[in-house]
């Protein structure tokens, strides 16, 4: 079985326009909704391969209701390999659209920002996570996505201890502070892009740099 943490998870919202136009009203043509968040995006694609998924974040409001009821359809056509463990909080989870032009292919994106977690309820879902990494089935967890409001930067590097500290395989996909503080921490596997690990270490050059994030603590990049 796979953790994936999405603290920020997000609504994501696709519009189809025949041409994106500024300072124009547009006809929409198709409108689509599915569970957002770069962890949510790995737990579909792991379920697809048949394997045992389970998705833990945080989630709050209509948007975040909304989410959970996708996530449900989903999790249906999946055959139970996706349960979903997302943790309730007071604000509202956020929406990310899309907006397709039909004409172009290109998308123009809008990220909402995220709801404001609680101390209370970043302790609620410490528990949910240290209950699911205890679970024997448990194999790995992957950490993905920005933080949201509220949260210390060091929190994802507080994850990977735990996951370490469990002997679960853990691997962080983040960026910025986050990353920085995550990787002394020590992960498994750590997956930046190209301008993350520049920002990371200082080098552009992709080995020198996977090198350097190597002595900074990532067992692998």
Same mark, same amino acid.
């Given at each position: 079985?796979?953790?994936?943490? !999405?603290?920020?998870?997000?609504?994501?919202?696709? #519009? &189809?326009?025949?041409?994106?136009?500024?300072?124009?009203?547009?006809?929409?043509?198709?409108?689509?909704? @599915?569970?957002?968040?770069?962890?949510?995006?790995?737990?579909?694609?792991?379920?697809?391969?048949?394997?045992?998924?389970?998705?833990?974040? /945080?989630?709050?409001?209509?948007?975040?209701?909304?989410?959970?009821?996708?996530?449900?359809?989903?999790?249906? =056509? #999946?055959?139970?390999?996706?349960?979903?463990?997302?943790?309730?909080?007071?604000?509202?989870?956020?929406?990310?659209?899309?907006?397709?032009?039909?004409?172009?292919?290109?998308?123009?994106? /809008?990220? *909402?920002?995220?709801?404001?977690?609680? =101390? @209370?309820?970043?302790?609620? /879902?410490?528990?949910?996570? &240290?209950?699911?990494?205890?679970?024997? &089935? !448990?194999?790995? $967890?992957?950490?993905?996505?920005?933080?949201?409001?509220?949260?210390? $930067?060091?929190? #994802?590097?507080?994850?990977?201890?735990?996951?370490?500290?469990?002997?679960?395989? $853990?691997?962080?996909?983040?960026?910025?502070?986050?990353?920085?503080?995550?990787?002394?921490? &020590?992960?498994?596997?750590?997956?930046?892009?190209?301008?993350?690990?520049?920002?990371?270490?200082?080098?552009? *050059?992709?080995?020198?740099?996977?090198?350097?994030?190597?002595?900074?603590?990532?067992?692998?990049?």
């Amino acid at each position: 079985m796979i953790i994936t943490v !999405t603290l920020n998870a997000a609504l994501d919202v696709t #519009y &189809r326009v025949p041409s994106l136009r500024p300072h124009t009203t547009h006809r929409v043509t198709h409108t689509a909704e @599915r569970p957002g968040g770069k962890g949510l995006n790995v737990a579909r694609v792991l379920a697809t391969l048949g394997l045992r998924t389970v998705v833990t974040g /945080f989630v709050g409001g209509p948007v975040g209701g909304e989410l959970r009821e996708r996530l449900a359809e989903r999790a249906a =056509a #999946y055959d139970g390999l996706l349960t979903d463990a997302l943790v309730p909080i007071a604000g509202t989870t956020r929406r990310t659209v899309g907006v397709v032009d039909d004409t172009t292919g290109d998308t123009t994106m /809008f990220n *909402e920002p995220g709801p404001t977690v609680t =101390a @209370r309820e970043w302790g609620a /879902f410490l528990e949910r996570y &240290r209950e699911l990494l205890a679970d024997e &089935r !448990t194999s790995a $967890v992957a950490l993905c996505g920005s933080l949201p409001p509220g949260l210390p $930067v060091g929190a #994802y590097a507080e994850l990977v201890r735990e996951a370490r500290s469990a002997g679960v395989f $853990v691997l962080l996909d983040t960026s910025g502070e986050p990353l920085r503080r995550g990787l002394a921490a &020590r992960p498994d596997l750590i997956k930046p892009n190209a301008v993350e690990l520049t920002g990371l270490t200082g080098f552009a *050059e992709p080995a020198r740099a996977a090198g350097d994030a190597r002595r900074r603590g990532a067992r692998a990049v």
